[in-house]
């Protein structure tokens, strides 16, 4: 039987495992090193989960210390609308991104 959560810091830890499970830190050498691919991709997710657009996603997560606190975030630095934007694009266009979908799903047993 599969559990589903309305917690959304217990969500974003889900979806930051699954996001090191199936993503590499950063997608170039060259990368700022400002946000994770991770972390990025659990913010994405999160933006499901809370069904809004980028910039509300944004305002939520400069809103929310606890999330911020799971994701590993610092208070100062969250992710612009625009970084959301362009790391879904990036993260669309890998066959990695449906593997960070399906990773929490296949875990899931039945309960005893």
Known sequence: MSRTTKSATE??????????????????????????????FACLALRQFWKTDYRGTAVRLAEW??????LGLRDDRVPDFTTLIKAERRLLKTRRSSVCWTTRSRGRGRSS
């Not at 050498?29 to 400002?34: G, I, Q, V, Y």
């Not at 210390?65 to 799971?70: A, E, F, G, L």
């Open 65 to 70: 210390s606890d999330v911020r606190r799971v």
């Open 11 to 40: 969500f974003a830890g889900h979806a930051l495992e699954a996001g090191r499970a199936a993503l590499p830190d950063y997608s170039s050498p060259f990368s700022p090193r400002k946000f994770t691919q991770p972390q990025l």
